[in-house]
């Protein structure tokens, strides 16, 4: 069986509204992640044009079979009901299981979060800016949240969400405060707002 290196990083941890994301994406070992995406950089880093880009060459070479991947959600009503790390864990968990056996894996997290158990892993602080595959994870977890937020935003189109994806931006809480929270806002974390 092959076997593969995995990267994951999430997006959307500190929002006020909107789902969180966490991307996971696999390779095969001696699979140069720079070399075949040269402007992989941290997602924050990177405007939102140069992350589309790599987002469309990442689908790209997946439909060639040269990697996977794949980006899984916990909503706003999880995020309520269970607590931001518990729904995290959960889409990754999620994600990784869904790419990759653990006896064939390796898995390389971002900051603080973990490999479901049986997971060869490394965590790496700062891996987003440090390890060009979790860095390639992260902007998958960009791309397909800020997408799912523009969606959103069609739907709530009174809070500015293809804006500011869901995070507390002046607007965003001014928004909430002439309109009141929408269904997808995260309740636990507007307290303050209102």
């Known amino acids: ?4 290196i995995i990267g994951v990083d999430e997006a959307g941890r500190g929002p006020l509204a909107g789902p969180v ?11 140069d ?16 044009q140069k992350r589309e880009l790599i987002f469309t060459e990442v689908e790209r070479r997946a439909s060639r079979g040269d990697l996977r991947f794949i980006v899984r959600f916990s909503d706003h009503q999880y995020i309520d009901r269970f607590g931001i790390t518990r729904a995290v864990r959960v889409a990754l968990h999620s994600g990784v299981r869904a790419l990759a056996p653990a006896a064939h894996s390796t898995v390389l997290l971002d900051g603080l979060l973990r490999a479901p ?11 987003d800016a440090r390890v060009p595959l979790i860095s390639l994870a992260s902007i998958l977890a960009k791309v397909t949240r800020d997408r799912t937020m523009e969606h ?5 189109p009174d ?3 293809e804006q500011h994806m869901g995070y507390g931006t002046q607007d965003h809480r001014r928004a909430i405060r002439r309109h009141g929270l929408c269904n997808i806002h995260r309740r636990s974390f507007c307290g303050s707002v209102n």
């Open 1 to 4: 069986m092959m076997e593969f």
């Open 21 to 31: 994301s966490v991307g996971v994406v696999a390779i095969p070992p001696g699979f």
């Open 33 to 48: 992640v720079l070399k075949e995406f040269p402007l992989v950089r941290d997602s924050k880093l990177l405007s939102r």
């Open 117 to 127: 158990e049986g997971y060869t892993q490394r965590t790496v602080i700062d891996g």
């Open 152 to 156: 959103l935003s069609m739907l709530y």
């Open 159 to 161: 809070y500015g969400f």
